[in-house]
């Protein structure tokens, strides 16, 4: 029975790992020549109008692949007899919807039926983090679409900002990621927003003994314990505008200057806090190990070949 189960195992990892060799930065070179362009065109477009959205469209990518793999099921909408991922719990905030659908309306009129929406996912995430000044990492592409979205999975297969080291990597394992991509991914919280009602269980009635009084004085004040101040916007890291790709999330960590406990929870053990000064002392490394981790991110549990399908709207099976 053990013997078989280990076989099992082996077979479905070879079974990933073909999928995701069969990817190509050049897969639309023939098929779709200019696509690529066109997804960058658009969502440089979107990200100079409003530079939130680079925050929007990376966690957009990020809450795809970690639910059934990097397919899109992220954009498809609930149907009446299912609740799709984008209307679980943790994805309501999500943004960026909008973005995907106007890069794949425009592929669609000149490559129809050839751009899978889980390949402008990944590009778009990208093209946006390199538009704002961060890192530019490579994206092998020929991705297809998944049909299957469930709430329910969302639920089961999001980390939580409430995770303590070990759950984020076990969660992140079972993505087959490690705990130094885990580490250096969190690092997306260098931009972004969040709700207050995401932080203040953290702030009251007593803060966390290990955060910087200073800042929870602050966060406090931007966050009061209160019904109306739930739905406020804070950013997650309030340096440079909260808006800057770089490395004083780390710098803010280490300084007990956490927002969710996800994040200080990265210095609660020794191999954390060493990982954590590491990216926090170069940009450079950040950057490199950042962008590493993305591509590896982006290629789990891909469709490929004949499997998934190549949706003409993103939101519909």
Not at 3 to 8: L, P, T
Not at 28 to 40: H, I, L
Not at 59 to 76: K, Q
Not at 155 to 161: E, F, K
């Amino acid at each position: 029975m053990a013997s078989s189960g280990i076989v099992f195992v082996c077979v479905a990892l070879l079974l990933v790992a073909s999928a995701s060799a069969q990817l190509s930065e050049n897969f639309y070179a023939r098929t779709c020549p200019g696509g690529v362009q066109a997804v960058a065109k658009v969502v440089t477009a979107a990200v100079r109008a409003d530079r939130r959205n680079a925050a929007g469209l990376l966690r957009l990518h990020f809450h795809d692949c970690f639910v059934r793999g990097c397919d899109a099921s992220v954009l498809l909408a609930s149907t009446r007899g299912s609740k799709a991922e984008k209307d679980a719990g943790p994805n309501l905030s999500l943004q960026g919807f909008g973005i995907i659908d106007q890069a794949k309306a425009a592929l669609e009129k000149t490559c129809p039926g050839v751009f899978s929406c889980s390949d402008i996912l990944a590009l778009a995430a990208r093209d946006a983090i390199s538009f704002i000044g961060g890192p530019k990492w490579k994206v092998p592409l020929g991705r297809r679409d998944g049909s299957v979205s469930l709430a329910r999975e969302a639920i089961s297969n999001l980390p939580g900002d409430g995770f303590t080291y070990q759950q984020l990597i076990s969660n992140f394992a079972k993505k087959g990621l490690n705990e130094a991509d885990m580490v250096v991914l969190s690092g997306a919280h260098t931009i972004g927003l969040t709700h207050c009602s995401k932080i203040t269980p953290g702030l009251y009635p007593t803060a966390a003994p290990s955060l910087n009084k200073t800042f929870v004085a602050a966060e406090r004040k931007l966050c009061p314990n209160t019904k109306s101040a739930a739905n406020k916007f804070i950013h997650i890291d309030g340096t440079n505008g909260g808006q800057t790709f770089d490395v004083n999330y780390f710098k803010n960590v280490l300084n007990h200057h956490a927002v969710f406990r996800s994040d200080a929870a990265l210095i609660s053990t020794s191999s954390g806090r060493s990982k954590v000064l590491t990216l926090a002392k170069s940009q450079p490394i950040f950057f490199s190990a950042f962008g590493a981790a993305m591509e590896k991110m982006g290629r789990v549990g891909v469709l490929t070949g004949t499997q998934g399908k190549i949706r003409s709207k993103c939101s519909v099976k």
